[in-house]
């Protein structure tokens, strides 16, 4: 069956590096199609999405945040990995990851918690 | 960027009632929203994709219509397993974006 689980650090100091892990199971990021998505959600506040990686390594980031996102993936290790720069307390909330295509976000992981705090 | 607005943002309905939520989007998207429900601690589930196709495994009672740029969710018997916020989601263009959210409550 399908599975993600999202991985990284719980506490992350203002200015560093963000840097998360989705680990996934019962698909291949090289099929034809297949994509992976990062969301996160600040408490309180909406879902919001950040980035995306397809099949073929073409990338997508949220406009306001696309200065300080980088994806990537390892086919091998079935992961994908997202960086955000110069972290600050508004970053705080729970990201998620995601397997989807144009037809929805089908599959989730269920998150981790981001606490962005000196 | 295409803005997706959900309305309203917060509602509250007794059991058995019939609800709808509405997601509007700044240009046309052709069908390419989905609604996802999300509880607090759980990962978001998805339950409508392309406008009007329901997830397998999800309730009857969740449908969804629409298309262009007006769509709607409609829980036709709100049942208490029901309480969550409800987002919708458009993959016409990227930036990919999600509506504000609607927090239905009993």
């Known amino acids: 069956q399908v599975t993600l689980t999202e991985s990284g650090p719980a506490l992350v100091r203002p200015t560093q590096t963000l840097t998360l892990t989705c680990t996934f199971s019962?698909?291949?990021?090289?099929?034809?199609?297949?994509?992976v998505s990062w969301i996160r959600r600040p408490p309180g506040k909406a879902l919001e999405w950040l980035a995306r990686?397809?099949?073929?390594?073409?990338?997508y980031y949220s406009t306001s945040l696309k200065t300080r996102l980088t994806i990537s993936k390892d086919i091998l290790q079935n992961q994908v990995v997202l960086t955000m720069t110069n972290m600050d307390p508004v970053d705080t909330g729970t990201y998620f990851c995601a397997r989807g295509a144009s037809v929805g976000l089908d599959y989730w992981g269920q998150g981790t918690l981001v606490t962005v705090s000196s | 960027d295409i803005r997706v607005t959900q309305s309203p943002s917060s509602l509250s309905a007794s059991v058995g009632d019939r609800v709808t939520i509405t997601c509007r989007a700044s240009q046309t998207i052709s069908s390419y929203l989905h609604w996802y429900q999300h509880k607090p601690g759980q990962a978001p589930k998805l339950l409508i994709y392309v406008a009007s196709s329901l997830q397998s495994g999800v309730p009857s009672r969740f449908s969804g219509r629409g298309s262009g740029t007006d769509f709607t969710l409609t829980i036709s018997s709100l049942q208490v397993e029901d309480v969550a916020t409800y987002y919708c989601?458009?993959?016409?263009?990227?930036?990919?974006?999600f509506g504000q959210g609607t927090k239905v409550e009993i």
């Open positions: 019962g698909f291949s990021l090289s099929t034809t199609g297949m994509c």
């Open positions: 989601q458009q993959s016409y263009s990227n930036p990919w974006t």
């Open positions: 990686i397809d099949w073929d390594d073409d990338k």
